[in-house]
């Protein structure tokens, strides 16, 4: 018995040690030596003129690659009137939005089995953090346009749009496998499909 319980402690630990590193490792010097540290044009507005009225200009590693081991990244992200920022998750990296101009409803959703909605409607100045991992969304809902700066707690925070991810993946998830998920015939899938 009490071997069993000092594995159950030992597998506890395990667990808890592997939730508390999750994030980027602390880096082992100052910075990668013979990078670039600089990046120009957050003060332009991306557009929104798409199916979403939303542009995210990303400024993480990718753009600046003396971001390389410093943990941390950007976005600005400009809606048009009514726009959304849909549905979608970081997978390492929390986020923490800041409302420079407009109105924005924001939200996300805690984890299985609660699958709870948290949002609340932030204003210029405002500040809302969404978790590492949660899926999550912005609405403007102003008439007129929207901006917001985001700071990622990843060099490369990653992103995965919700309905590009099920709907638009390469090759095509099966629409009998969809429409059993989202209980609707198969022909709504079809349809959904389509437009990614």
């Not at 557009?47 to 003396?66: F, H, L, Q, Y």
């Not at 210029?124 to 901006?147: C, E, M, S, T």
């Not at 919700?162 to 496998?177: K, L, Q, R, Y």
Request: net charge negative; proline share 6%.
């Amino acid at each position: 018995m009490e071997s069993s319980h000092g594995l159950l402690m030992l597998g506890l630990f395990a667990m808890i040690c592997s939730i508390a590193f999750a994030s980027d490792p602390s880096p082992l010097q100052d910075f990668c030596v013979a990078q670039d540290f600089f990046f120009s044009g957050l003060h332009i507005a991306g557009n929104t003129s798409n199916a979403v009225g939303s542009r995210v200009t990303a400024v993480n590693v990718a753009e600046i690659p003396g971001l390389n081991t410093l943990g941390i990244s950007l976005a600005r992200v400009d809606y048009a009137p009514w726009g959304i920022n849909p549905p979608h998750t970081h997978p390492r990296a929390t986020e923490i939005l800041t409302v420079l101009e407009g109105t924005l409803e924001v939200g996300f959703v805690t984890s299985n089995p609660e699958n709870r909605l948290i949002k609340k409607v932030v204003y210029k100045g405002d500040v809302f953090v969404f978790p590492i991992g949660l899926v999550h969304f912005q609405r403007n809902i102003g008439y007129g346009n929207a901006v917001a700066i985001a700071a990622l707690s990843s060099q490369n925070p990653g992103v995965i749009t919700v309905a590009n991810a099920v709907f638009g993946s390469n090759p095509d998830i099966s629409p009998d496998i969809l429409a059993k998920a989202f209980q609707v015939d198969k022909n709504v899938v079809l349809g959904v499909q389509s437009k990614f």
